[in-house]
Every structure is written in C-alpha cells, then in structure tokens.
C-alpha cells in the first residue's frame, strides 16, 4: 500500500461545506506524502448551507492540478443545467433544493449565477474510469457495458442497478442514493459512497488502491 497510488473517491457533498473542508484534511493526513488522487462523485450542490463554497474549493482544486483531481456530474448539476433552458425546468429544481444554492451565492434568480461556475459544471464528465473501476454518480443499466451506458442513467438511475449484484467489469463507485444510516453500502461489485452527509448522516471517501476494486478502508466525517 505505501508504494501505490490511493485514490479518495467522496461522495455527495449537497452543500456541506464544513464536512467537506473536513473531509479534506483526513485526507491530506491519511495520504500523507504518498501520492493520491481525489474524485468527487457530483451532486455538489443543493439543498445544504453553501453550494458556493463547495464549488469554489472542488473547482479550484480541479483547476490547479487537473490530472490528479476528476470530478464527475451528478443530476442535481444537470437540473442547475436545464434550469436555464425553460421554466418548467427552473421551478422543479428550484423545488428539490436550488432556493438553498441561489441563496449561496447571494442571487436572486438563476441570472445572478456567475458564468465561469456554470460553464465549469457544464464542461464535467459522467463517467471516469481506472484499472480496477468504474466511477459514476448513479450507475448503470444492468447488461449494457459501463463505457457505453446511456448518459441517463449514470445520472439518474436507480433500480434495477441497485437490484442484486451485476458485474460490469471494473468495480463500480457511485453515490446517488444515500444511506441514511451514514455508512457506505458494500456491495460484491459495487461501492455507494452517498452517505447523506446533507439529511445529518456523514460525508464520506472511500480509500482505493490501484489494483484492488472494493475500497481498502473509508473515511467519514459528521456534523458536530
């Protein structure tokens, strides 16, 4: 393990931004001097206390070193996204948690968001892959091959993915669906890492080797 690359893959942040500020340094101490690489699994926004300020240290981060940082899109960054196509759109994100996120950044309505963030939440990824894994904000259709899944689904979907156990090649890390008892769902070829940090659970990172599909160890952090 010292002589590997771990990577901390951290699930839905929602707005927390004091659990993520957290999250952070355990895992600056945990890594230490070895090296390591951080992917967010989306869903950074909405419902909790700072949508802003996640953004603002998720993107800075990102921008300052771009191959070690991958950061994914959940489906409440593509509600934001057609939130600004038509006002159906707009109100029904407004209803699952956007009052919270247009509160953060102090705007009134969608217009006051600043430009640069939305193209950065536009420009994210759906799906990101290594040796071992597949990392996804929701998951997969079950008999379809993870690289061609539909976008859809990676975002949104739910069952039959969480039903039984389905082998898509790599292990598959996934948020989406939180675990209301704050613990990460280990499953034989799948890792859910939502641990509703924003419903008063636990904001969490799982701890993955190179070679190694399920997650070595876990890190969590709770609202004190």
């Not at 952070?24 to 926004?45: C, K, N, S």
């Not at 998951?139 to 739910?158: E, N, Y």
């Amino acid at each position: 393990m010292e002589s590997q690359t771990l990577t901390y893959a951290i699930g839905d942040i929602h707005g927390c931004a004091d659990l993520l500020d957290t999250l952070l340094e355990r895992i600056a101490a945990h890594a230490g001097d070895r090296p390591h690489r951080l992917v967010f699994l989306g869903d950074y926004i909405d419902r909790g206390p700072d949508s802003a300020a996640v953004l603002r240290t998720i993107s800075r981060l990102h921008w300052a070193e771009p191959e070690r940082v991958t950061c994914l899109m959940g489906n409440h960054e593509r509600m934001l996204l057609d939130a600004l196509l038509t006002p159906e759109a707009a109100r029904h994100w407004l209803h699952y948690g956007g009052e919270e996120t247009l509160d953060s950044f102090g705007a009134r309505d969608l217009g006051g968001l600043p430009r640069d963030t939305l193209d950065w939440i536009e420009s994210l990824p759906t799906l990101h892959g290594d040796a071992a894994r597949w990392y996804v904000h929701a998951g997969f259709q079950p008999g379809t091959a993870a690289p061609d899944s539909d976008v859809h689904d990676r975002l949104w979907i739910r069952e039959p993915f969480l039903e039984g156990d389905h082998d898509f090649g790599r292990h598959v890390v996934h948020g989406h669906t939180p675990q209301r008892d704050g613990r990460p769902e280990r499953r034989r070829f799948r890792t859910n890492l939502d641990t509703g940090a924003v419903y008063g659970g636990a904001l969490t990172a799982g701890i993955f080797s190179d070679t190694q599909g399920p997650a070595l160890e876990f890190l969590s952090v709770r609202a004190a």
